[in-house]
């Protein structure tokens, strides 16, 4: 894993290697015991109405179920980030130079405390198919 000199970049390289390790435990240290996490994941892998989960017992299941079903097609390959000193955005396109991937747009607010407090993920065509084929329960 590579680190970074300021909570927003030492954030883009923590999250996506604990996402890629599949380590729900490390990715769950990332957020604010408060946190706030929006994605259509939700409702596909948990269920229910909303796409919105709020602090460590809401998002550890959700961790957990990550860890476990992810597509062959989720690869890390990202453009470099974007962000203000709070917010850090970047983009896992669909075209990833050797091949598709799933495609989106991560958007995070990190606190004070170089914690995130509210992630956003932007879903793209290729990746909402995969949801659609059910790629996620096989």
């Known amino acids: 894993m590579q680190s970074g000199s300021t909570p927003v970049e030492r954030m883009y390289f923590a999250w996506n290697d ?3 390790r599949n380590d729900a435990e490390a990715l769950l240290k ?3 015991c408060d946190a706030c996490l929006e994605s259509p994941l939700v409702t596909h ?3 229910g109405e909303s796409g919105v989960l709020h602090g460590h017992d809401e998002l550890r299941p959700l961790f957990a179920k990550l860890a476990d079903r992810k597509p062959v097609v989720r690869q890390y390959y990202r453009t470099p980030y974007l962000t203000d000193g709070k917010r850090l955005i970047w983009e896992y396109p669909r075209d ?3 091949g598709e991937q799933m495609d989106f747009a991560e958007v995070m607010e990190i606190n004070d405390e170089g ?3 509210r992630h ?3 879903w793209g065509w290729f990746g909402v198919r995969v949801m659609q084929r059910d790629q996620y329960h096989r």
Do not use: K, T
């Open 18 to 20: 604990a996402l890629s």
């Open 30 to 32: 990332l957020y604010a």
């Open 45 to 47: 892998l948990l269920g």
């Open 96 to 98: 990833a130079g050797q």
């Open 115 to 117: 914690l995130i407090q």
């Open 120 to 122: 956003c993920v932007y």
